[in-house]
């Protein structure tokens, strides 16, 4: 049984991003942990006067939580009947990243859910949005969905690699799961400098991807001198993409398409979903 992680601030946003993961695992028996987090305000210390009393925080902070999440819950019953999906509510008072992976490792979450609002809110890493801020902090699969994003069978799959790191196995096997549960088709898409060839060591973690993933359908492809962000949104709209994978060990190769200044040049992000593997 898959244990799935849906925090939400009960937004469109959010609500979007249960629909997508509801329609996505629709076949797979999971748990899916509902929860919201009030978060404690960063500059809140020991001797602030910040904290919150434990009565306060029941009776009013938490209180109204549990009551939003009730009526989430209310909200997705209405909509989808699943015998294999099973729902818990958890309400916080906490630091949202802490709370996050505290969660990931009581429960043992094999994947996470969370909403993007568009570009802007990947792009706003820095300064504190949630999604980036749980990609790059918590070891823990990741789907990010971004509030244009309509659910439809994956079918095609891109995973944007530089055969520069050997792969994890799990990583891997995430994402066959994936493939094998949607009958999706795999896109290995390789982005080099013009005259740029593989060498030694990218031939071998390319003969190893080719070989491990031999029971699945996958194809190889290869754009030159075009720049990264911008060829992996051209294949992936002329291919009708519908998920990118990327693992999220290959940071530098994965903000530049995540995390560039210039994002919001970029429309995709507003669209299609993001898998993030984590080793």
């Not at 999906?85 to 949202?96: C, E, G």
């Not at 969660?103 to 859910?113: N, P, T």
């Not at 809110?121 to 990741?142: A, E, F, R």
């Not at 031939?203 to 993933?213: A, H, Q, R």
């Amino acid at each position: 049984m898959l244990q799935v992680l849906l925090p939400t601030d009960f937004s469109e946003n959010s609500w979007n991003a249960i629909v997508y993961g509801l329609e996505l695992l629709k076949k797979s028996k999971c748990t899916f942990y509902l929860l919201h987090i009030n978060p404690v305000p960063p500059y809140s210390g020991a001797s602030s006067s910040v904290r919150v009393s434990p009565k306060l925080l029941e009776e009013t902070i938490l209180k109204d939580s549990r009551k939003n999440l009730q009526l989430l819950l209310d909200r997705i019953e209405n909509r989808f009947v699943n015998q294999g999906h099973t729902f818990v509510t958890i309400a916080l008072y906490d630091f949202f990243v802490d709370s996050i992976k505290r969660q990931v490792e009581q429960k043992k979450i094999d994947l996470i859910i969370m909403g993007t609002k568009g570009a802007s809110g990947l792009k706003k890493v820095t300064v504190g949005s949630n999604t980036g801020d749980v990609i790059t902090k918590v070891k823990c699969p990741l789907l990010a969905v971004p509030e244009n994003a309509t659910y439809r069978i994956p079918k095609e799959i891109v995973f944007p690699t530089d055969y520069h790191l050997g792969y994890d196995l799990k990583v891997l096997d995430t994402l066959i799961e994936m493939v094998n549960t949607h009958g999706s088709i795999l896109r290995i898409l390789h982005i080099s400098k013009k005259g740029e060839q593989l060498n030694g060591e990218q031939v071998k973690n390319k003969e190893f991807l080719d070989d491990y993933l031999k029971d699945v359908e996958h194809t190889f492809h290869s754009l030159t001198g075009t720049k990264l962000e911008t060829a992996v949104q051209c294949f992936s709209e002329s291919r009708d993409t519908d998920v990118v994978a990327m693992v999220a060990k290959n940071l530098n190769f994965f903000q530049r398409i995540l995390f560039k200044p210039r994002i919001e040049e970029i429309s995709y992000h507003t669209e299609i979903p993001f898998l993030v593997l984590h080793e």
